[in-house]
């Protein structure tokens, strides 16, 4: 292992854990407030999004195999599953609670708002960190002034096409793990986020998170605003509406639709 991917893992590592130990020590303090649950989504999202920041500049920077990478991946959604104490980190999540009644409209809002403000906080917290020069990665990013392009490679109704059918899958496997031990239900997120990530990587990043694209995505030149909004915010958000109103509607009233082979005896008769 290079000192560069060593070096990383340590910042990764401290990340989650100096994460872990303010989200206690808040929860902790504000636990009579209502305001833990805000505290547990900036935290966390703050973690997602820094952790995110250094495994797209080891893989895109650091040019570590896609092997690896995936594996990295891999851990970290395992890890971000285990710590997020009930944090959503995607806005696409929020109102997916809030269509299900889970939270409510006004909390799912502050909730979002959460998430993009540790999305910004981590945009504007990451370069500080490789600002130090803890890696050659690091002083090398450093010295070209943390550029970074789109990682946009198809027209646009193609990459958010992609990034429709990652939130499309991701969403899915959520919704049908709930009753599954969290333990083992984090595994099976992180596989899924992890195939999905091998199946767009190449076109969009396969970020599938508005909150997550905006801290590390929208900084990229290449695109504007508006068509990083199109890939990053429209698209997984219609591939969530896309799964809930596929699994929530649409299924149900397939399978109790009645079978012609099945008629009431009367229109046996009848006929």
Known sequence: MSADVAVSLAVLAGIVVLSDVTRRLLARALADTGLSEYVVELVSTFQLCCCTHELKLLSEVGGIEPGLA?????????????????????????????????????????????QFAAAAA???????????????????????GFRCT??????????????????????????????????????????????????GGSVTGAVFNPALAFSTQFPCSGHSFLEYCVVYWLGPLL???????????????????????HLPTESKKKA
């Open 239 to 261: 591939g969530m509406m896309s799964s809930v109103l596929l699994f929530d509607k649409l299924v149900p009233a397939l399978s109790t639709k009645p079978s012609p082979l």
């Open 150 to 199: 789109s990682p946009i490679h198809a027209p646009l109704h193609e990459a958010a096409a992609v990034e429709l059918a990652c939130a499309f899958a991701v969403q899915t496997v959520i919704t049908h793990t709930q009753s599954v031990q969290e333990k083992f239900r984090v595994h099976a997120v992180a596989a899924v986020i992890t195939t999905a990530v091998y199946a």
């Open 122 to 144: 981590a945009r504007a917290a990451v370069p500080r960190l490789w600002g130090v020069g803890l890696s050659r990665l690091h002083a090398r990013h450093k010295l070209f």
């Open 70 to 114: 995936l594996t990295f991946t891999y851990l970290a959604s395992v890890v971000h599953g285990l710590t997020f104490s009930g944090a959503i980190g995607n806005p696409s999540g929020a109102l997916e609670r809030a269509y299900h009644a889970k939270l409510s409209g006004s909390r799912a809002l502050r909730r979002i708002a959460c």
